[in-house]
Nanobody, 122 residues
């Protein structure tokens, strides 16, 4: 079992930045690939970014490429999502996720956090 807890959401103006954090507990953090997803009410959950076990490989949705950066600190059992140049369409609940397989973490991860709200005002 892996427990995930996100933090760092909030309200920011368009063009601003936020950094989300996701703290993990349970099984060794370094065994898991990690991902971030987002969801707007009434819409399907959307993949945002993912990172491999050691952090050497990252993946991004086209909509955030060049603006968002995923990273991890295995010593702190934490994954981060640095979000720059935020747009109103980035408004959503952001959730982190974990899975043993770095491919599967981008589609159907096994473990999920509760999510944190990000609101970008125009």
């Amino acid at each position: 079992q892996v427990q995930l807890a996100e933090s760092g959401g909030g309200l920011v103006q368009a063009g601003g930045s936020l950094r989300l954090s996701c703290a993990a507990s349970g099984r060794p953090f370094g065994s898991y690939a990690m991902g971030w997803f987002r969801q707007v009410p009434g819409k399907e959950r959307e993949f945002v970014a993912a990172i491999s076990w050691g952090g050497s490989t990252t993946y991004y949705a086209d909509s955030v490429k060049g603006r968002f950066t995923i990273s991890r600190d295995n010593a702190k059992n934490t994954v981060y999502l640095q979000m720059n140049s935020l747009k109103p369409e980035d408004t959503a609940v952001y959730s982190c996720a974990a899975h043993l397989d770095p491919q599967t973490v981008r589609t159907t991860p096994r473990y999920w956090g509760q999510g944190t709200q990000v609101t970008v005002s125009s």
